[in-house]
């Protein structure tokens, strides 16, 4: 069967904001998976501002996103470190921590890491990223 579907992130059918306004995320979900769009604010640190809500030491969620405008820094677990920003493809493991370089907010959208991101669990100690 085909598929033709039309959604916007600009009619989301789910918003999440974290870190006390300093960020939000809007999400649409298809049978295919989640796609989101999050705006990190400057001075949006994950250990900081999402670590709460997760519950895990570093992010554990995989991404696969498109940084449309913005800088940030994603460091490893392992010590590896890269700086992503406006017009790059970002691809990155489970095991990370980020934070937003500079007084621009971050634009990401994601289609992989995002469908539980930042999202407070229904089932108590249950992480989400």
């Known amino acids: 069967m085909s598929v033709l579907l039309r959604k916007s992130l600009d009619s989301p059918d789910e918003s999440r904001t974290f870190g006390a306004g300093m960020g939000h995320l809007d999400v649409v979900t298809t049978d295919d998976g989640t796609v989101g769009r999050a705006v990190f604010e400057p001075g949006w ?16 969620a995989a991404h696969t996103g498109y940084v449309i405008s913005g800088q940030m820094r994603v ?11 406006a017009g790059d493809l970002m691809v990155i493991s489970p095991g990370h921590d980020a934070w937003i370089i500079g007084s621009e907010p971050c634009v990401v959208i994601d289609w992989q890491g995002f469908a539980d991101y930042a999202k407070a669990s229904a089932t108590a100690g249950a992480p989400r990223n």
């Open 45 to 60: 640190r994950w250990s900081d501002h999402v670590k709460p809500i997760a519950g895990t030491d570093s992010c554990e």
């Open 75 to 85: 460091v490893m677990d392992d010590g590896r470190e890269e700086e992503f920003t």
